[in-house]
């Protein structure tokens, strides 16, 4: 059942994906059936004896694992009122954009005169960013018959993307001259509608394979989703070490639509990982005072981490990070680290969970311990007189965990603690880190919480369920 499911939604969300990344064949798809008679894309002007599309026509829902929806973030633009149908002796043709190809040569391509094509695309360039009209953009060009036997353009509209990707049709309407001022002219007159954009609160979920990147991609999510997961556990799951074939997630993610178009994700309301068996489960709350705001899991207990400021109990720093002069090497020397002097045989503790990466004698370091933690970064301590039981790499430690003693072992003048910290692979001074605020919610917020993230418990818990 769960498989068949996962499938499913799989399914439906790499035909939206599919949809939104290849407007051109909709597009075909949906002239094909406006203009049944016509065959794209060859250009066969209709006399049309039948009724116009409605042209601002509000475009369907899109298909999904849909849970909740939110209300849009702002009232929609109400949409022009649709144009009456044309008599039926008007002409239309409809076409698109070609690849490469400029609105320009497109119109005249579809019959348009020149002055006429001059006209319109002056009067569109407010309305359509001419440079990002892409291949696949449709147009129709309707023209009213003449005694004269020639024909006068009517009306054009096109349908396009906004800049930000909101399927948008912008009307041109030829307005005659008045009749009491023939001399003025007519002229065309341009609108536009944009599809409303939606926001849909959603549940997915999936089995990690061989990376939790191929389960989202495989669900049919985006890259982006990922980041937007990973950052939730940042500070709890090594998503690079530690993901594990069976591991499973679950999210209940904002995302936002205009006319069935896939736009992009907003917030991650609630997620879940279950690493090895063992669950990890954030949710996003904002407290009704908006004096509280954070990822917390179901106890209150803040997601982030925080790392501590100093790595053993009293200390004082002898020597911070940056420029100085090396007292062994005589010269001006960049200082990785910020060192601590301190007795030897105090007590040096690792400032966060984390894994020892090495655990080792060098020339210069003495005996060195490098642990690696959460979100990408890495800590030294050098120097020691001696490692604590068990400090070897690939050992596990806890925060305030003692893995070893001050010493005077290496390069080093005297005894004390040289301490590094890298981010990404680089030193940083760790003086100057920031670290996020790791405090429990508190506790007059606790029941708030627990309303708050209630139901989106539930809805994390459906997900195993359907
Ligand atoms: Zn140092």
Redesign the pocket.
């Known amino acids: 059942m769960r498989h068949l499911r996962y499938s499913k939604s799989g399914h439906l969300m790499r035909e939206q994906r599919r949809a939104a990344q290849r407007p051109s064949r909709e597009t075909l798809v949906r002239a094909g059936v406006i203009v049944a008679a016509v065959t794209l894309p060859t250009l066969v002007a209709l006399v049309a004896p039948r009724r116009d599309q409605r042209p601002l026509a509000p475009a369907a829902a899109p298909s999904g694992q849909v849970l909740a929806a939110l209300p849009p973030p702002a009232r929609p633009e109400p949409p022009p009122a649709p144009a009456a149908p044309p008599p039926p002796e008007l002409e239309r043709v409809e076409a698109r954009l070609a690849d490469g190809e400029a609105l320009s040569t497109a119109l005249q391509r579809s019959g348009v005169g020149a002055d006429d094509t001059s006209d319109l695309v002056r009067a569109l360039k407010d309305h359509v960013d001419m440079r990002g009209l892409r291949a696949g953009a449709s147009f129709s060009v309707v023209w009213r018959p003449l005694v004269t036997g020639a024909r006068e353009l009517v009306r054009v509209e096109l349908r396009t993307l906004s800049g930000e990707g909101v399927p948008r049709t912008v009307l041109v309407e030829r307005e005659p001259a008045p009749i009491t001022q023939p001399e003025v002219g007519a002229r065309f007159l341009t609108r536009h509608h944009d599809a409303p954009i939606e926001t849909k609160v959603e549940g997915l979920s999936g089995a990690v394979r061989s990376s939790l990147y191929q389960s989202m991609l495989e669900a049919g999510e985006e890259a982006v989703l990922v980041n937007k997961f990973v950052d939730v556990f940042a500070w709890n799951v090594d998503f690079y070490r530690q993901t594990q074939r069976g591991d499973e997630w679950r999210v209940v993610v904002e995302k936002r639509y205009a006319g069935g178009r896939f736009l992009g994700y907003g917030k991650v309301l609630a997620a879940e990982y279950v690493n090895a068996g063992s669950a990890h489960r954030g949710f996003l709350f904002d407290a009704a005072d908006g004096m509280h705001a954070g990822t917390y899991d179901e106890e209150g207990n803040a997601l982030q981490r925080t790392f501590l400021k100093n790595p053993m109990e009293i200390a004082r720093v002898t020597?911070s990070y940056g420029m100085r002069f090396h007292p062994v090497l005589g010269k001006n020397k960049q200082?990785q680290?910020?060192?601590y002097g301190a007795p030897t045989g105090t007590p040096v503790w690792s400032v966060a969970d984390g894994v020892v990466k090495e655990a080792r004698f060098s020339s210069t370091a003495g005996n060195m311990i490098v642990v690696q933690h959460m979100n990408g970064i890495t800590t030294e301590y050098?120097h020691l007189s001696k490692f604590a039981d068990g400090i070897k790499a690939g050992a596990r430690v806890k925060q305030k965990q003692p893995i070893g003693l001050v010493g005077n072992t290496g390069t080093s003048t005297g005894s004390h603690l040289?301490f590094g910290m890298l981010r990404a692979g680089s030193h940083v001074d760790p003086a100057k880190q920031k670290f996020p605020n790791a405090r429990p919610i508190p506790k007059e917020y606790r029941d708030e919480l627990q309303r708050f993230i209630a139901p989106l418990l539930a809805q994390l818990q459906a997900l195993d369920r359907a």
Do not use: A, K
Request: aromatic share 14%.
């Open positions: 020597s200082h680290g910020v060192d050098f040289h």
